[in-house]
């Protein structure tokens, strides 16, 4: 039996890491696993401009931990005025990869995002010149669809067409949670694939209502049924490089998770690699998460894998109950539970 696994250090493609006290909890966690990650620019108000993305770079910069090296890759919050030119500035300053495209109203900060697509046109003109790719959050917002096809409407209703119009668009259709889209991402051309997380591949909708009910495990999007969790994990397991490790870790403090109206976002960073790890190896798949977690992410973005490595170990880790933070605290993925793989 394996008890070790040494892999390139992996990148986190898509992470919530907030700011100020929230941040300085949770950055030390993501770095302690993640060389680079994809930090989600949907703060208040949200960051929509080069400049915003430097400043929160500098404040980033600030809270890791002097012995790690973790560098932070911020994706602008593109608006229905979001022009060209800032998507070339954000190219050139080096603190952009790729732009990030939340439909008004999907999830949490959402509201000043894109109404209509064509209202972008000329940034994603743009995106297709510099070879960046959009990242795109993937669900649609009508209230009248019921809220566990969300995603697959949106495959159907939004992401087709706009694959059909832009063509030559590299697009990761992000936090994948149904077999719609494994099936839709692995017959599309190489321009389009998906982040997925440890809780959509760890997790099914039971884990929202097992031993009553529990807000700490809704998030968007919403956890689905178990044949929709095996074709992800599949999915994430299958060696196919049009899908890659993103945690869409998102913390929120307990007192907005547990009230009505509270928050969707799972806290899944503190022990995201470990969870992975856990899940590869109970599919006999242990030798496809290196890729997953450390090159497939990279070679989409166009960007360099990261050199160095990280180690994991075979020995129980216990995830806290909570942390924490600011008066309040933040519950983890799988608080309380056992996980078999830790970091060295
Ligand atoms: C994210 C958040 O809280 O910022 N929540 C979530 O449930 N994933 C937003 C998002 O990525 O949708
Ligand atoms: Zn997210």
Redesign the pocket.
């Given at each position: 039996m394996i008890k070790e696994l040494t892999i390139t250090a992996p990148d986190d493609l898509?992470l919530?890491i907030?700011d100020e006290a929230m941040m300085q909890l949770v950055l030390p966690h993501s770095a302690a696993q993640f060389r680079r990650a994809t930090i989600?620019p949907?703060l208040k108000p949200p960051v929509t401009t080069t400049e915003l993305a430097l400043a929160y770079r500098e404040r980033i910069m600030a809270a890791i931990p002097s012995n790690m090296l973790f560098t932070p890759l911020i994706p602008l919050y593109l608006t229905d005025k979001t022009a060209g030119t800032e998507i070339r500035r954000a190219y050139e300053s080096g603190i952009s990869r790729a732009m990030k495209y939340?439909p008004a109203g999907?999830?949490?900060?959402?509201d000043s995002a894109v109404t209509n697509i064509e209202n972008i046109r000329e940034a994603i003109d743009v995106m297709i010149e510099l070879g960046m790719p959009l990242l795109i959050?993937g669900?649609v917002t009508d209230p009248s669809v019921d809220f566990f096809d969300r995603e697959s409407r949106f495959i159907d209703e939004i992401l087709e067409p706009l694959r059909r119009k832009v063509p030559d668009l590299k697009i990761v259709m992000?936090?994948i949670s149904t077999k719609h889209a494994v099936d839709y991402i692995t017959s599309a051309d190489s321009k389009l694939a998906a982040t997925i997380?440890p809780h959509h591949i760890a997790l099914n909708r039971n884990a929202l209502f097992a031993g009553g009910i529990n807000p700490h495990n809704?998030?968007?999007?919403i956890l689905k049924s178990e044949d929709n969790r095996q074709a992800v994990l599949e999915a994430a397991i299958s060696g196919n490089p049009k899908f890659f490790l993103g945690t869409?870790s998102?913390?929120?403090a307990r007192a907005n998770k547990e009230r009505t109206g509270g928050?969707?976002?799972?806290y899944s960073a503190f022990a995201a690699l470990p969870i992975y790890a856990e899940e590869f190896e109970k599919a006999g798949a242990l030798d496809k998460l290196e890729a997953f977690a450390s090159f497939y992410g990279a070679d989409f973005y166009g960007i360099e894998r990261n050199s160095g490595t990280v180690t994991l170990i075979k020995e129980a880790l216990t995830i806290p109950d909570y942390f924490d933070v600011d008066g309040d605290q933040l519950v983890p993925m799988r608080a309380g539970d056992m996980i078999s793989w830790r970091m060295a």
């Open positions: 898509h919530h907030r989600m949907n939340y999907a999830t949490t900060n959402s959050h669900e992000e936090h997380t809704f998030c968007f999007p869409d998102a913390p929120h928050f969707g976002g799972l």
